[in-house]
């Protein structure tokens, strides 16, 4: 099981950028994907990007293409970059991690609100 680690949450005034960093234990032989998921009072958790860890190769839902870039490093941390943010961007963030085995982990979530 991947420990995961998530931080640089925060309030931001709409308009602002922030990046959100996930610290994880696993390695490229044992992960299959990583994704960036929100959920907000009264909603469904939603995936926001994600990125198969071998390729790099990333997706995006179109609420959030152009603004959010997600991204790994050899470090064992992958990243969320959210720029433009719109209030309705206000939600927890968690990160997740989906092993070959199919096990998926998710960390403990960093707060984001866009207010002004």
């Known amino acids: 099981q991947v420990q995961l680690v998530e931080s640089g949450g925060g309030l931001v005034q709409p308009g602002g950028s922030l990046r959100l960093s996930c610290a994880h234990s696993g390695t490229i032989l ?35 293409k152009g603004r959010f870039t997600i991204s790994r490093d050899n470090a064992n941390r992958l990243y969320l970059q959210v720029n433009s943010l719109k209030p309705e961007d206000t939600a927890v963030y968690y990160c997740n991690a989906v092993e070959y085995s199919g096990w998926s982990s998710w960390g403990q979530g960093t707060q ?4 002004s």
């Open 30 to 64: 044992s992960i299959n994907t990583m994704g960036w998921y929100r959920q907000s009072p009264g909603k469904e958790r939603e995936l926001v990007a994600s990125i198969i860890f071998s390729s790099g190769r990333t997706t995006y839902p179109d609420s959030v």
């Open 112 to 115: 984001v609100t866009v207010s």
